[in-house]
Nanobody, 124 residues
């Protein structure tokens, strides 16, 4: 059974850093586009970042550009999201997702597999 498991969330102060990990199991996701999304209470799930299967191209939403970095280690079947200079508005549940298509999408409905999410809370 395919599974994505996020870890690394927590409670931090504004300006701190966190690194989220997403470990895949049950199948190889090496040829999948991998993405990170987040959802704050009362808001829609929103795109944060995505990375192509080779890791050669990355995409970010404007609000995290320059602060967050997405990367992947296909040998470990793991995707990471390094989050620096965290702000209170980054507070949300962060989800890892996998998309089997050939082009990167910023729409959550286009992703085929999802993790259970990890909570990130940034205090001011």
């Amino acid at each position: 059974q395919e599974q994505l498991v996020e870890s690394g969330g927590g409670l931090v102060q504004a300006g701190d850093s966190l690194r989220l990990s997403c470990a895949a199991s049950g199948r190889t996701f090496n040829n999948y586009i991998m993405g990170w999304f987040r959802q704050a209470p009362g808001k829609e799930r929103e795109f944060v970042a995505a990375i192509t299967w080779s890791g050669g191209r990355t995409y970010y939403t404007d609000s995290v550009q320059g602060r967050f970095t997405i990367s992947r280690d296909n040998a470990k079947n793991t995707v990471y999201l390094q989050m620096n200079s965290l702000k209170p508005e980054d507070t949300a549940v962060y989800y890892c997702a996998a998309d089997r298509s050939l082009s990167v999408s910023k729409w959550y409905i286009d992703y085929d597999y999802w993790g259970q999410g990890t909570q990130v809370t940034v205090s001011s």
